[in-house]
């Protein structure tokens, strides 16, 4: 599909993001666990491999997105859902900074799926 709307592509690069920063916030914690000396071994290792798994499933999801897949949008919307609550629990925690980057990250990715370019594209007419 050369002629992609840029809404599918805002979407895209969206969820290419928050998969990026899900494989890099786990391969951190991993190295942490690795040389540091973690409360709790097992549950460092699961949150290490989540966020490498999750974060690796969004890119696949954004390469869906990019395609403009079918399959790929309702994970995409559900992301960008369950992202909101996180964002605001940040904000209400005093980690404003990256609480408010999440809120407009997300709402513009949920925009972005949501838009009717983005459903021409995906699903047609």
Same mark, same amino acid.
């Given at each position: 599909?050369?002629?992609?709307?840029?809404?599918?592509?805002?979407?895209? /690069?969206?969820?290419?993001?928050? &998969?990026?920063?899900?494989?890099?916030? &786990?391969?951190?914690?991993?190295?942490e666990t690795i040389v540091g000396k973690p409360a709790d071994l097992g549950s460092?290792?699961?949150?290490?491999?989540?966020?490498?798994?999750?974060?690796?499933?969004?890119?696949? /999801?954004?390469?869906?997105?990019?395609?403009?897949?079918?399959?790929?949008?309702?994970? &995409?919307?559900?992301?960008?859902?369950?992202?909101?609550?996180?964002?605001?629990?940040?904000?209400q925690s005093e980690q404003t900074v990256p609480g408010v980057l999440l809120i407009?990250?997300?709402?513009?990715?949920?925009?972005?799926?949501?838009?009717?370019?983005?459903?021409?594209?995906?699903?047609?007419?």
């Open positions: 599909m050369l002629n992609r709307p840029v809404t599918l592509v805002v979407a895209a /690069v969206v969820l290419a993001i928050e &998969g990026l920063t899900a494989v890099v916030l &786990g391969g951190y914690a991993a190295v460092s290792i699961v949150v290490s491999a989540f966020g490498i798994l999750i974060g690796a499933a969004l890119i696949w /999801v954004a390469w869906g997105v990019l395609q403009a897949a079918r399959w790929s949008r309702a994970p &995409g919307v559900v992301t960008q859902i369950f992202a909101l609550p996180v964002a605001v629990s940040l904000v407009v990250v997300a709402l513009a990715g949920l925009v972005a799926l949501l838009a009717p370019a983005t459903t021409k594209a995906m699903i047609g007419e």
